[in-house]
């Protein structure tokens, strides 16, 4: 009896492939950007670390 094999074709693991480059890429690319803006704007990060904090503590008691 033949082991069972995978029923994806090779074209469909290419476009896999592909979206996961894509989307590594596009993840590269605003990381970069993101540091350049946290470059020019010093207090960026724990500010917006601040906002999400409160988003979700607002979030959790169901204020917004």
Known sequence: MP???G???V???LKIV???VVVWLALE??????GV???LLGLAPPLVGAVV???I???LLDVI
Not at 29 to 34: F, S, T, V
């Open 3 to 5: 082991p069972l094999r």
């Open 7 to 9: 029923k994806l074709d």
């Open 11 to 13: 074209d469909d693991l």
């Open 18 to 20: 592909l979206v996961l």
């Open 29 to 34: 690319i605003l990381g970069e950007l993101l």
């Open 37 to 39: 803006l946290s470059g």
């Open 53 to 55: 904090l409160v988003l």
């Open 57 to 59: 503590v607002l979030w």
